[in-house]
């Protein structure tokens, strides 16, 4: 079986589990773990932050986010089919008291400067407030869009001249920095927090990190605790974590790979694949996205349907150059 229905299916490698197996350990909700401080202290430095936060997961991270930059009541601008909005059960409203205010992205899921000052609201005796811009990056759903700098900057500054803070859903910020060939701190340059996960493309078993500056990393940390997420010995999960910082270069293998995949795939009759940015791969089907889904797994290759007639597939460091032309040709046959 080919599996492309996410980055996140990865197994971790030989090296990750000896980290694992010979980590040091403590108690991490006393901050006592010389593994999780390790990696928060590495994640920190891999985004130009001052501090990061390990968490159990992405979802976690942003959630925390929300909570932590802004109050009950308040309103968080987000792109329309960001991540943060449609794929976390409602967690800015169930956990945080946050209603969000969705702005249309266009094609490729980019918030403008107009935009944000459309969208922003004063909190007056009548009116809820804007406590948050969060702009995702790369963007899911959009196709694994990366979003430049200029982009950022330009968003975050019309959200700065409202006082509104601008946290980065970077799930997969690093395939934008190796996409766009720019550091990932240069992307959060004017980002307050940021959120990016191990357990995709970079390979780890488990976690992401939330980082900021050092008084919100405070914030942060109660935060976690209060969401369910501090975690004992957790240098145990955090180890891997640590040589999946590694991992970032590899990350444009999986692009190389998509582009093939997408190349491949847009040449077959009853599909129209555009080409990728990074790791992810729409394909329009003729056909109802789910029957396509089935009709390819019955060949050997899974993919995720994504909407009525468009199917996900991704790229990852389980599936090498082999694999992408052999899923092509399943892809192939599976609609002959
Ligand atoms: C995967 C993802 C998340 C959430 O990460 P989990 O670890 O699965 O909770 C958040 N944002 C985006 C854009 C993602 O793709």
Sequence with gaps: MIDLRSDTVTRPDEAMREAASTAAVGDDVYDEDPTVNELEARAAEAVGMQAALYVPTGTMGNQIAARTHADRGDELLCERDSHIYNWEVGGLAQLSGIQARPIDGGARGVITPAAV????????????????????????????????????????????????????????????????????????????????????????????????????????????KLFGGGMRQAGLVAAPGIEALDN?????????????????????????????????????????????????????????????????????????????????ERVERALD
């Excluded at 998509?258 to 555009?274: C, F, K, N, P």
């Design 248 to 328: 970032v270069d590899r990350l444009a293998e999986d692009h190389a790979n998509a582009r093939t995949l997408a190349a491949g795939l847009d040449a077959i009759d009853g599909l129209v694949a555009a080409p990728p940015e990074t790791n992810i791969v729409l394909v329009e089907t003729d056909d109802p996205a789910e029957a396509f889904v089935e009709a390819i797994a019955a060949e050997g290759v899974r993919a995720s349907a994504f909407g009525e007639h468009t199917v996900r597939l991704c790229t990852h460091w389980d599936v090498d150059e082999s694999n992408i032309e052999q899923a092509i």
């Design 117 to 224: 000052h459309d969208a922003y609201v004063e909190r007056t005796d009548h009116r809820p407030g804007t406590g948050l811009l969060a702009i995702e990056n790369t963007h899911n759903q959009k196709g694994g869009i990366a979003i430049t700098a200029d982009e950022i900057d330009a968003a975050a500054a019309a959200a700065d001249e409202h006082d509104v803070p601008t946290h980065v859903d970077g799930a997969r910020l690093f395939n934008a920095s190796v996409a766009l060939d720019t550091p990932a701190s240069r992307l959060l340059d004017s980002a307050d927090s940021v959120m990016f996960c191990l357990s995709k493309g970079l390979g780890a078993p488990v976690g992401s990190m939330l980082a900021g500056s050092e008084a919100f990393v405070e914030r942060a940390h109660r935060n976690r």
